[in-house]
């Protein structure tokens, strides 16, 4: 029987877990209620999860650091694998299909982990001076940043890339970088967007017209029809017409932000992004209280996945920004993308529970019979 040290749970950050809890049973309730199909569906991604979060934790994760740039290299190599053999869906090529079974990978999801995790690996190797990093380290760390970004941008995925892109920039900004590189980076950038407007798909461009047109995009409108219908506390499952009667699309995953408030009104979708700001503030204390870079690292930078992810799929739900695929994170439809957060979560919970060296002595392995 598996007996837990006490040790170990004494640094277990159970604040983390009780945030995700209320996120990820509501989630599958309402995906039930919008496709029962897609809720059953949901719920075996759910239990594979749970067991992928127990199985990462257990693992003995400071002693397999050395692993991090295999894995790195290993998903980079995969994004360009996507180049040549990659499989297509509606215009764009980001799977791999394994011969003979018929499952497919996607590069772009499973590469997140080791992103972070290279990032926290590069960091901790070489961590920043009292003032930040200077240009020599700042190019860099970009390039491990950057080189995902443009493998994941042609294929093209611009909304997964350019939230790596940020988030990977986020957690230097976290870990403190000279600012004078950031004012010359944002001058760049503004200074660039003619030249990277070209170099959009055009389907990509007609997202950023009807953004700034007058008239919003079929899916624009029918979200904000059901964020409006729900008033303070929200419809009955029967009177929400937007969603049962399959006028709002992609309901149970892009969004299902416009479900909530469609079914809770304002009241629910209050209590949802307070939730969600709770959970990426305290992700932040953690990142900001932690002298252990890869704490710092994974926690920051599972904190700005929070962020951009609801920010980015709540503003486009209500037309404040362009229609991108990013779902809203532990509560979208996919299992993907929820597996892919368990194990970061896990990895996170691992190296804060096992932070002190003594947890890897022989006593310490004597916890576990």
């Known amino acids: 029987m598996l007996n837990i040290d006490r040790r170990i749970l004494a640094h277990f950050d159970f604040i983390t877990i009780i945030l995700l809890i209320p996120l990820i049973l509501t989630s599958g309730w309402l995906i ?7 809720g059953q569906k949901q719920m075996v991604y759910t239990s594979v999860g749970i067991g992928v979060f127990i ?11 050395w692993m991090i740039p295999i894995m790195y290299w290993t998903g980079i190599l995969l994004l360009l694998a996507v180049e040549f053999v990659g499989h297509s869906r509606l215009g764009a090529k980001r799977w791999i299909e394994i011969p003979f079974v018929h499952f497919t990978l996607q590069p772009s999801e499973l590469i997140k982990p080791a992103f972070v995790l290279m990032l926290a690996y ?26 995902p970004f443009f493998l994941i941008a042609k294929e093209p995925d611009l909304g997964t890339a350019t939230v790596l892109a940020l988030l990977g920039f986020g957690v230097l900004f976290i870990v403190g970088v000279k600012w004078k590189i950031w004012v010359g980076l944002g001058i760049a950038f503004v200074v660039s967007l003619p030249l990277i407007y070209t170099q959009l798909h055009d389907y990509q461009k007609q997202r950023l017209h009807d953004f700034v047109g007058e008239k919003p995009s079929y899916q624009v409108e029918q979200s904000i029809i059901a964020v409006g219908s729900g008033g303070f506390f929200g419809k009955d499952k029967e009177d929400a017409t937007q969603a049962q009667m399959k006028f709002l699309p992609i309901a149970s995953s892009d969004f299902i932000f ?10 629910g979708a209050f209590l949802l992004i307070s939730l969600y700001a709770a959970l990426i503030i305290h992700l932040l204390l953690i990142a900001a209280w932690a002298e252990d870079y890869y704490i710092k690292v994974v926690a920051g930078g599972l904190s700005l996945f929070f962020f951009i992810y609801m920010s980015v799929n709540i503003a486009m739900t209500i037309g404040f920004a362009p ?9 979208s439809y996919g299992g993907s ?5 368990m194990v970061m979560f896990a990895i996170l919970e691992n190296l804060l529970a096992y932070r002190f060296r003594y947890l890897y002595t022989d006593t310490g392995k004597k916890s576990f019979v």
Do not use: Q
Request: hydrophobic residues 55%; proline residues 10%.
């Open 32 to 38: 039930f209620e919008i496709h029962p199909v897609l």
């Open 55 to 65: 199985a990462v934790f257990l693992l003995p994760v400071r002693r397999m650091l």
């Open 122 to 147: 590069l960091i901790s190797r070489n961590p920043p001076p009292r003032d930040g990093y200077g240009l020599k380290d700042f190019a860099k760390l970009s390039f491990y940043i950057l080189l």
């Open 258 to 267: 416009a479900y909530v408030v469609e079914r809770f009104g304002f009241f």
């Open 323 to 331: 229609v991108v695929g990013v779902p809203l994170p532990m509560f």
């Open 337 to 341: 993308s929820f597996v892919n957060f």
